[in-house]
């Protein structure tokens, strides 16, 4: 079964720490994907992953892709209230059919 | 400016009545999804289509139809087989094919049961 797995699925945390989110993955990933949803919004792409080692940054965010350990994560720095947000992860996989296969998402509050 | 348009953003549905969501692109691209969204849920995928005139289930296609009889248009019916339709609709669209599969997403349609 593909599964994309999310964790943690709830994370609050401080204006200033750093913190990382993970999304394990169940089998080869051709590709992995980063997505933001503010609360009542629609998604917005954040990044893509192509190959093993791969790592993209935009400003406090950093995702990259570990395609031995079937792992993506999702590390924010110094954390601002305005990356509180929903942060899912979907995989394009062998078996997929090129459809995406979603994580359930992880919801973030970020505290002054 | 190049982007997918959704309306309405709210529709209402009265029991047993079948309601249509509109989905456009201006962006060329070939293929185009529907998602449905529940509160505090994740994505689950109801149909796509990768070009004109074909379309495919997707997990929980059960209740909903859509056509494809353009490249920018992916209207998806939600029709009164849907016992619990009441959530968020998604509609995304990428540019196809194995190296073209970030989807971007319009902005929702919110659909109430009456």
């Known amino acids: 079964e593909l599964k994309v797995e999310q964790n943690p699925l709830f994370l609050s945390m401080q204006e200033g720490k750093n913190y990382t989110i993970y999304c394990n993955y169940s089998?080869?990933?051709?590709?992995l994907y980063w997505y933001r949803q503010d609360p009542g919004k629609s998604l917005e792409s954040l990044f893509v992953l192509l190959s093993n080692g791969a790592v993209k940054q935009e400003g406090r965010l950093m995702a990259s892709l570990d395609t031995k350990a079937r792992l993506s994560t999702l590390h924010i720095t110094a954390a601002v209230h305005d990356l509180s947000a929903t942060y899912f992860c979907?995989?394009?996989?062998?078996?997929?059919?090129?459809?995406?296969?979603w994580g359930a998402g992880t919801k973030l509050i970020i505290k002054p | 400016d190049g982007g997918i348009t959704q309306s309405p953003k709210y529709l209402f549905r009265k029991e047993g009545q079948n309601v249509t969501l509109s989905c456009e692109q201006n962006l060329n691209h070939d293929a185009m999804y529907w998602y449905r969204q529940d509160p505090g849920q994740g994505l689950r995928l109801i149909y796509y289509s990768q070009i004109v005139n074909d379309f495919q289930k997707g997990d929980i296609a059960e209740g909903y139809s859509v056509s494809r009889e353009k490249k920018e248009s992916f209207p998806l019916t939600v029709t009164s087989a849907q016992k619990n339709p009441t959530a968020f609709y998604l509609c995304a669209s990428s540019i196809g094919g194995r190296d073209g599969e970030t989807q971007y997403f319009g902005p929702g349609t919110r659909l109430l049961v009456l």
């Open positions: 979907a995989g394009i996989f062998m078996d997929s059919n090129y459809q995406l296969i």
């Open positions: 089998t080869t990933s051709d590709r």
